[in-house]
């Protein structure tokens, strides 16, 4: 168990619909990362997260969106679903400074867009 | 933008053989390479990892090497074992000398282990 908890743990939706994605860091850890992991893809970084400020992005589509709260659990938001965007949803973290960037995943939120 | 390639994408071994997976990267910037397990249904873990101002890290039954020069890293599975079966992923990413990270982890294709008793 890393520390990092993830809810829900699957996502079934229709395309064109909205969903919420939850992630809850390790305690102490101020960075929230997201990971989007398909077959074809493999794990692809989206979007980091510093003590509620955004510090990096990735390859995240423009329907997506993330924020990190001041009790620092990050929401990732998925809009106007499509089939492609069925995947599984990382949520990792880590603290920053001496064990910098070791990331620790939490289990993952499945979606399936039908 | 850094890109990892990682080989081979399945490995089959006899149970107490030695497995080795290797990447390579391509930004000479990148400082930061840790290796991932992740078991069905699981989120990825890390098992180890090596920064670039050492060559060589072992940890029990696993050890990883770094070729700054060649831009490559290895890990190595001695004495395998059944539970070692799982998908290993290699990544790549930056940190400054303060330990802030610059954000992403760039992974490989992931390495599909399969450990026969």
């Known amino acids: 168990d890393s520390g990092v908890t993830q809810t829900p743990k699957h996502l079934i939706t229709a395309t064109g619909q909205r969903v919420t994605l939850r992630c809850s860091p390790r305690s102490g850890d101020l960075s929230v990362y997201w990971y989007q992991q398909s077959l074809d893809q493999g794990l692809q970084f989206l979007i980091q997260y510093y003590n509620g400020e955004e510090r990096a992005k990735g390859n995240i589509l423009e329907r997506f969106s993330a924020q990190q709260f001041p009790d620092l659990h990050s929401e990732l938001n998925l809009s106007s679903l499509e089939l492609g965007d069925s995947a599984l949803y990382f949520c990792?973290?880590?603290?920053?400074?001496?064990?910098?960037?070791?990331?620790?995943f939490g289990p993952g939120t499945r979606l399936t867009v039908l | 933008g850094e890109n990892v390639e990682q080989h081979p994408s399945t490995l089959s071994v006899q149970e107490g053989d030695s497995a080795v997976i290797k990447c390579t990267y391509s930004d000479s910037a990148s400082n930061y390479f840790p290796w991932y397990k992740q078991e069905l249904g699981k989120g990825p873990q890390l098992i180890i990892d090596i920064r670039s101002n050492v060559g060589e890290k072992k940890d029990q039954r696993i050890a990883v090497t770094l070729n700054k020069t060649a831009k490559h890293f290895s890990l190595h599975i001695t004495e395998t074992q059944p539970e070692d079966s799982a998908v290993y992923f290699c990544?790549?990413?930056?940190?400054?000398?303060?330990?802030?990270?610059?954000?992403?982890?760039?992974f490989g294709q992931g390495t599909i282990l399969t450990v026969h008793p």
């Open positions: 990544a790549a990413g930056r940190t400054n000398a303060g330990g802030t990270s610059y954000g992403k982890l760039t």
């Open positions: 990792a973290s880590s603290v920053e400074g001496l064990n910098y960037n070791e990331q620790f």
